[in-house]
Nanobody
Framework: QVHLMESGGDSVQTGGSLRLSCAASRPSGGSTSSYDMAWFRQGQGKQREGVAVMTTDGTTTYADSVKGRFTISRDYANSSVYLTMNSLKPEDTDVYYC?????????????????WGQGTPVTVSS
């Protein structure tokens, strides 16, 4: 079991930046470093879509819509994963979810991820 808690969502203007954080923990107290970590987002009436994923060996994949603007990073010492978002656009407005999975191959497919956070909302106004 892995518990994920996101934070950092906010309302910003077009062109602004945000940094989302996800704290990962295990009730057993074990390490979460063996999990691939990802960020997804979902808007009202839309399917959840992958934004970025980082595997345990550091391989990353980004959605085409965020390449060059978003960066995923991990702090293994603090069991955290981050999503740094720059040059934000109104179409980035969504609820952002942190997810953990095993052997995802850096594919951002929801069924590869077993554990999900509650989400943090991001609103980008024009």
């Amino acid at each position: 079991q892995v518990h994920l808690m996101e934070s950092g969502g906010d309302s910003v203007q077009t062109g602004g930046s945000l940094r989302l954080s996800c704290a990962a923990s295990r009730p057993s107290g074990g390490s979460t470093s063996s999990y691939d970590m990802a960020w997804f987002r979902q808007g009202q009436g839309k399917q959840r879509e992958g934004v970025a994923v980082m595997t345990t060996d550091g391989t990353t994949t980004y959605a085409d819509s965020v390449k060059g603007r978003f960066t995923i990073s991990r702090d293994y010492a603090n069991s955290s994963v981050y999503l740094t978002m720059n040059s934000l656009k109104p179409e980035d407005t969504d609820v952002y979810y942190c997810a953990a999975g095993s052997d995802t191959g850096a594919y951002m497919l929801t069924h590869f991820f077993n554990y999900w956070g509650q989400g943090t909302p991001v609103t980008v106004s024009s």
